[in-house]
């Protein structure tokens, strides 16, 4: 079997959501991680057409940057009900700029509140970047 260079899995947690993410660098981390957490929540895109979302974060620490980066994609979700299904992620430092393309979000199977820090900790790996992101349901 040939090992995926870049993923996510759940990981069973007693009270929230665990996910555990690997890539090759850390833009394409931030990528798979929202991935999987549209996939913990069972995001649902309505069809149509797709519109531009760009905005940039600067942050003190890589962990910081994940962290706020799934944030601004909540809060897409939350508040404009807008969805993200591609992603073009430049990340120099920690400092990101994201030009992603949303759709319309049909629905949500299960919310997320927010994305923590708890024991939130970007390592290399055998898999390259790992980290386990813990979510507040």
Same mark, same amino acid.
């Given at each position: 079997?040939?090992? $995926? !260079? ?6 069973? %947690?007693?009270a929230?959501?665990e996910?555990?993410?690997w890539a090759?660098?850390?833009?394409? #981390?931030?990528?798979?991680?929202? *991935?999987?957490?549209?996939?913990? *929540?069972?995001?649902?895109?309505? &069809?149509?057409? =797709?519109? *531009?979302?760009?905005f940039d974060?600067?942050?003190g @620490?890589?962990? !910081?940057?994940?962290? *706020?980066f799934?944030s601004?994609?909540?809060? #897409?979700?939350? %508040?404009?009900?807008?969805?993200? @299904?591609q992603?073009?992620?430049?990340? +120099?430092?920690? !400092?990101?700029?994201? &030009?992603? !393309?949303?759709? %319309?979000?049909?629905?949500? &199977? $299960? &919310?997320?509140?927010?994305?923590? /820090?708890?024991n939130?900790?970007i =390592?290399?790996? +055998? ?5 386990r992101?813990v /979510?507040?349901?």
């Amino acid at each position: 079997m040939i090992a $995926k !260079s870049a993923g996510y899995q759940e990981i069973a %947690h007693t009270a929230d959501w665990e996910l555990e993410v690997w890539a090759p660098n850390l833009s394409a #981390l931030l990528q798979e991680a929202a *991935s999987g957490m549209y996939a913990l *929540s069972g995001v649902h895109l309505g &069809e149509g057409p =797709r519109q *531009s979302y760009t905005f940039d974060i600067q942050a003190g @620490d890589a962990e !910081s940057l994940l962290v *706020s980066f799934l944030s601004e994609i909540l809060y #897409l979700g939350e %508040h404009k009900a807008l969805a993200v @299904d591609q992603y073009k992620l430049v990340v +120099e430092g920690n !400092s990101l700029h994201a &030009e992603l !393309s949303v759709a %319309h979000l049909e629905y949500i &199977e $299960k &919310e997320i509140k927010a994305v923590t /820090f708890h024991n939130l900790n970007i =390592r290399s790996g +055998e898999r390259g970047l790992e980290v386990r992101i813990v /979510f507040d349901v």
